[in-house]
Every structure is written in C-alpha cells, then in structure tokens.
C-alpha cells in the first residue's frame, strides 16, 4: 500500500522507524476513505460465512461477488458498493499470517464490524479471543464501538435449537475483552437464498437477513455521524503515534550523539594530556641531553 509520504521520507522512515509501517499504511487509508461511505467489514473465522452474508446482504446471489466454499477462498479482501455502503470480505482469522495481515488492514479502519460466527463451533475459540484483544487496543477502537460492533450467528436454519444459548455465552465472552454485549443476528444464508432464487418472501424473511439489512439501513445517519467523527479521530490519533514515536526517535538519537560526543571529548582531552605530558618529558630529556654533551 502506498502511503501519504513522499519516496523519500518514506525510506527516512523506513530506516529510523520500520516498526511504524502499520501506522502509517493506517493513516494513509483513513485519509483516501474520509469521504467514502460507510464501510461494513466482515470479519471471523475460515468458513463462518462472512462471503455468504455479504452475498446475500448485496442480493449477489446468482454471480457471487464473494467467494464461497469449503475450502479457504478469501485470501484478499473483496468489495462492493451497495446501499450506500461499502461491503469488505476478509480472509479467515485462522487462514495464514499473510492472510491475517491483510484482515487487518481492512479492520482497523472500519465504520461498521459484521463479526461472525458459526453456531457450530459453539463459544468462541482462542483465535477469536485474541482477535478481540487485539480490536480492543486499536486507536480508536473503543470510540462507538457498542454501535459499530454486530454479532452474526450464521447457520440458523441448522442451529435454531440451541442457538441463543451459544449466543449468550459469546455475549459473555465479548463483553469480558470489548466490555459491552454487543447486539446479535441470527442469520440464515441457505433460507435466504432459496427465497430470493424461487421468489419466496415467507422464507427470506425467516432467514432474518432482511433484519440485518434493516438495521443498517435504519441506523445509516447515526452511522454515518460516528464514521465521520470517527475517521477524523482515528487520522488525529494516528498522527499523534507517528509524531510521538518520531519525537521519541529524536530524543533517542540525540542522547546518543551527546553520549558520543562526551566520549570522544573525553578521548581527546585524554589524548590531549597523554600528548602534552609526552612533549613535556621530550623536551627535558632534549634539554638534559644537551647539558650532558
């Protein structure tokens, strides 16, 4: 990704603070999405049914915008504007680290967090709680969050039983590392979808998709409000990260450079000494010498 920085001070920083190439990717984002529209992440584990979701929430049913299988499919984000909002695909927390990198990206400068989860797995497993440590220490990662954060329970139609007590366990599990329960969808792709092909509203509206969908749309303006708000927060809190570790960087080099100078003033006054006392002791021995002869 290119940043906001010129080639060259992009190799300055490259080569006095690598470890701000994540910052700085950040903020070159938050600045080209400050006017787009809202953006709806997907996110969670290999195959809990982000790309169906997204396809379903599009109406992009019959020639999928997002990759669906069995297999790992979503290995690069996938987007489409629809509704005035920007669906966001992202691979599969437990794909590859490559894969995490690039879900990342995408997750660290969303408006809206479509989390989702397959009933199947039960609670939460260990990756998805380390996801949301780290969501809780993002910049700006608690500002609106309650509003912003969605759980999706997919798989309805296969789950209905028992699937409000798997939610209630990962509200828990949430509420522990992100300090609020966030509001839950239960969802149905495989419903929805034989609705929307055999045109049969009972049975869409019974995926519960739509509710989702309305929800969105409903919540739109109050969304919009904390997206903007949000993205002025994130790019102020970001360049407040680059401008702090810039200025630490400089009081760090400069501690060195006058622990350097000491040392070599020191040196050469040692020198200094060494060199005089020498001349001294030089000089009386060419004087003694020609007292002697």
Same mark, same amino acid.
């Given at each position: 990704?290119?940043?906001?920085?010129? /080639?060259?001070?992009?190799?300055?920083?490259?080569? %006095?603070?690598? @470890?701000?190439?994540?910052?700085?990717?950040?903020?070159?984002?938050?600045?080209?999405?400050?006017?787009? #529209?809202?953006?709806?992440?997907?996110?969670?584990?290999?195959?809990?049914?982000?790309?169906?979701?997204?396809?379903?929430?599009?109406?992009?049913?019959?020639? *999928?915008?997002?990759?669906?299988?069995?297999?790992?499919?979503?290995?690069?984000?996938?987007?489409?504007?629809?509704?005035?909002?920007?669906?966001?695909?992202?691979?599969?927390?437990?794909?590859? *680290?490559?894969?995490?990198?690039?879900?990342?990206? +995408?997750?660290?400068?969303?408006?809206?967090?479509? %989390?989702?989860?397959? #009933?199947?797995?039960? *609670?939460?497993?260990?990756?998805?709680?380390?996801?949301?440590?780290?969501?809780?220490?993002?910049?700006?990662?608690?500002?609106?969050?309650?509003?912003?954060?969605?759980? +999706?329970?997919?798989?309805?139609?296969?789950?209905?039983?028992?699937? *409000?007590?798997?939610?209630?366990?990962?509200?828990?599990?949430?509420?522990?590392?992100?300090?609020?329960? #966030?509001?839950?969808?239960?969802?149905?792709?495989?419903?929805?979808?034989?609705?929307?092909?055999? @045109?049969?509203? #009972?049975?869409?509206?019974?995926?519960?998709? /739509?509710?989702?969908?309305?929800?969105?749309?409903?919540?739109?303006?109050?969304?919009?409000?904390?997206?903007?708000?949000?993205?002025?927060?994130?790019?102020?809190?970001?360049?407040?990260?680059?401008?702090?570790?810039?200025?630490?960087?400089?009081?760090?080099?400069?501690?060195?450079?006058?622990?350097? @100078?000491?040392?070599?003033?020191?040196?050469?006054?040692?020198?200094?000494?060494?060199?005089?006392?020498?001349?001294?002791?030089?000089?009386?021995?060419?004087?003694?010498?020609?007292?002697?002869?």
């Amino acid at each position: 990704m290119k940043t906001v920085f010129d /080639p060259s001070v992009e190799k300055t920083f490259e080569r %006095f603070l690598p @470890n701000t190439r994540d910052s700085r990717e950040t903020l070159t984002a938050a600045l080209q999405m400050k006017e787009q #529209p809202i953006k709806v992440i997907a996110c969670g584990m290999l195959n809990a049914g982000k790309s169906s979701l997204l396809n379903a929430l599009t109406d992009q049913l019959e020639n *999928e915008v997002f990759a669906t299988g069995s297999v790992r499919t979503t290995t690069k984000k996938a987007e489409l504007s629809h509704h005035q909002f920007i669906f966001t695909d992202t691979p599969g927390l437990d794909a590859t *680290e490559a894969d995490d990198k690039e879900a990342w990206e +995408v997750i660290r400068i969303a408006d809206v967090l479509l %989390f989702v989860h397959n #009933p199947a797995n039960g *609670e939460l497993d260990e990756l998805e709680i380390k996801f949301l440590q780290q969501l809780a220490k993002l910049p700006c990662a608690t500002q609106g969050l309650e509003q912003r954060f969605l759980l +999706v329970l997919s798989h309805l139609d296969s789950h209905a039983q028992d699937i *409000e007590n798997t939610a209630e366990t990962i509200r828990g599990q949430i509420k522990k590392y992100l300090e609020f329960e #966030p509001q839950t969808f239960f969802v149905s792709y495989t419903t929805y979808r034989k609705g929307y092909l055999e @045109n049969k509203p #009972p049975l869409t509206e019974h995926s519960r998709i /739509p509710i989702l969908r309305d929800h969105l749309l409903g919540q739109f303006n109050h969304l919009k409000a904390t997206a903007l708000k949000l993205r002025q927060d994130r790019i102020t809190e970001i360049k407040a990260e680059l401008s702090s570790a810039l200025d630490q960087q400089i009081k760090t080099r400069s501690e060195r450079i006058k622990w350097m @100078n000491e040392r070599t003033a020191k040196a050469n006054s040692a020198l200094k000494t060494a060199f005089e006392q020498f001349a001294q002791r030089t000089q009386k021995r060419l004087t003694d010498y020609d007292k002697e002869y």
